[in-house]
């Protein structure tokens, strides 16, 4: 009885643990989304109440989307990030099937170099990569934001989804090779589908740095027509700096993106950090 007790007061400390870091977490945010939909006077007056027919106002959203190419900068966002993931997960993936499935000469030195990506910053090269940038015409391009952000989200893939394709049977990629499968196939047609926990694991921790990153775009892409949302949101907020409406409304629609990706792949994601806590 006594360690049914100690294990039910531990679970409910857990879980009153994870709660309360849950409401500290989602604190910000909730008062940020709520602010951004009232008047000037009640963000002063009241600013931990929720809008009310009295306070409710879209001028925020109004004076962001008039004095700001926020729709523009939406669209940079969209097509760095979206074919950054692409790119990172597929070359990931091949990279991972690669160093787990095949014994060569250098396999586990291979895996030690790309898991210097993870260790190193990849902003310490910023001077290199510039000058790369503009030895190649890239600069104020979304294809040099694509590149660096590729390059900075492969080791994390490679290390994550490796560990995975581990665990996928041996006598499944057996049986296909029997049945004729080519390599390829046994990759796209066998082991992708068996690690889409993970794939989607690696999409979200590959989406939140380079949905929020302000240093590159800053230095490779500061061109009005190739501002990201993060980079158009920084100078919006210097520039209505007293408009508390407008920065709040710049920051939630930011912010809104990756809570819409957390609830559609959260389910995955969890999945994916826990596989291989119970084996």
């Known amino acids: 009885m006594s360690k049914a007790r100690t294990s039910l007061a531990r679970t409910g400390a857990v879980h009153f643990a994870l709660i ?70 597929i070359f990931g993936a091949m990279a991972a099937f690669a160093l787990s499935e095949y014994r060569f000469r250098g396999n586990t030195l291979m895996g030690l170099y790309l898991a210097l990506g993870i260790m190193i910053p990849i902003r310490l090269g910023t001077v290199a990569i510039l000058q790369g940038m503009v030895a190649t015409n890239l600069v104020n391009t979304l294809t040099a934001l694509i590149l660096v952000y590729t390059a900075q989200g492969l080791p994390l893939a490679v290390f994550i989804l490796s560990e995975f394709m581990r665990t996928v049977s041996d006598d499944l990629k057996n049986a296909g090779r029997i049945d004729g499968l080519s390599e390829y196939a046994i990759f796209f047609r066998l082991v992708l589908p068996l690690i889409r926990p993970a794939m989607a694991t690696v999409a979200v921790f590959t989406m939140i740095p380079i949905w929020n990153d302000l240093w590159f775009p800053l230095i490779l892409a500061p061109a009005e027509s190739t501002k990201t949302i993060t980079l158009g949101s920084q100078i919006f907020i210097g520039q209505f700096v007293t408009n508390w409406n407008a920065v709040l409304s710049a920051l939630s629609l930011a912010i809104f993106p990756v809570l819409v990706l957390y609830v559609i792949f959260s389910r995955q994601l969890i999945r994916g950090i826990t596989a291989g806590a119970v084996k």
């Open 20 to 89: 309360a870091y849950t409401l500290v977490a989602l604190f910000p945010v909730f008062l940020t989304i709520s602010n951004s939909f009232k008047s000037r006077n009640a963000i002063f007056r009241e600013p931990l109440a929720v809008p009310t027919p009295e306070t409710f106002s879209l001028i925020g959203y109004e004076t962001v989307l008039k004095q700001g190419d926020f729709i523009g900068y939406f669209q940079n966002s969209v097509v760095v990030t979206v074919v950054s993931i692409a790119l990172v997960l």
